[in-house]
């Protein structure tokens, strides 16, 4: 595939075509009609409820009034009672019990929250606003001492590749271990993924956006690591969907931008539902900028 290239119109129209009839004939579920309300990761159940939402009406009536007085306070230059009461909604600490959050996520604490109040200044009306920031956050730890996904596929490679050089077998346990490791950070990312609005920022932003999912895919393979009965694929194609929704119809994204994540999946010899739906967000963005292309 040139993905050097700059493609025209007739030949994205093409890849399109090319797209569809590989996912139509590979998967027979993906004649019906596309829908991609389906691309939460598969474990773990995307909890869509906010920490706000959970809280009782007394709760959140204690806590509009006081950082209202607050303002009023500040706003008439009762600085010190400001103070006093900032001081105040500084040592409120909102919990969550985890049967409020019924979540399918294995929590061993209840979720605790402080109060963080913004103030607006007198040009855009004064006033304050306030949200929950997470006190403990048990899906989160050290940054400095986590894996990362592209950093473990890109060691089993090197790990084979330095074996093949030296002429020796490939130490099969270390390389299970890597790839133990890759599944156990993905369950990882799955979980703050599903309970992103109880932790918003902690998510690890940025590990797996653009084609680092494709690149991941392709260097496992590479490795030796069995695309036909390791979930580890299905998850990254699950990425690589959500990142071609988020970024794929943008014109900063190219034709062989698209093109470079589908191929990466297709030479690791990924099958399954999830690089199908793939194949049908790639051919998707490619008939927007088709479109796109045609009417400039």
């Not at 036909?228 to 929704?245: G, T």
């Amino acid at each position: 595939m040139m993905i050097g290239r700059k493609y025209d119109a007739p030949i994205i129209a093409l890849l399109l075509l090319s797209f569809r009839v590989f996912a139509f004939v590979s998967d027979s579920s993906c004649h019906r009609r596309r829908t991609y309300t389906s691309l939460s990761f598969s474990d773990n159940e995307v909890v869509t409820t906010t920490p706000m939402q959970l809280l009782s009406a007394e709760k959140l009536n204690e806590i509009e009034t006081l950082v209202r007085q607050r303002s009023e306070a500040r706003w008439d230059g009762y600085y010190k009672r400001a103070d006093e009461l900032r001081d105040v909604i500084d040592q409120i600490c909102v919990t969550i019990s985890l049967d409020q959050l019924q979540s399918a996520i294995d929590l061993e604490n209840d979720l605790e929250y402080k109060i963080v109040t913004t103030d607006l200044p007198r040009s855009q009306g004064g006033g304050s606003t306030w949200e929950l920031q997470p006190i403990n956050n048990p899906l989160f730890n050290n940054a400095k001492s986590e894996d990362n996904v592209l950093q473990l596929a890109h060691a089993a490679l090197g790990m084979v590749v330095s074996t093949s050089e030296r002429g020796v077998d490939v130490n099969e346990e270390d390389l299970d271990r890597l790839v133990s490791r890759t599944e156990a950070r993905l369950q990882t990312l799955q979980q703050r993924k599903a309970m992103g609005t109880f932790f918003p920022g902690t998510a690890a932003a940025g590990e797996l956006h653009g084609r680092k999912a494709a690149d991941a895919a392709f260097w496992l393979s590479l490795a030796g690591v069995n695309a036909r009965d390791n979930f580890i694929y299905d998850e990254l194609a699950q990425v690589a969907s959500e990142e071609l929704l988020r970024f794929g119809s943008n014109k900063s994204c190219r034709a062989k931008d698209v093109l470079h994540i589908v191929e990466r999946f297709a030479m690791a010899g990924v099958t399954g539902s999830s690089v199908h739906q793939l194949y049908n967000v790639a051919a998707d963005c490619l008939e927007v900028k088709m479109m796109n292309n045609t009417s400039n």
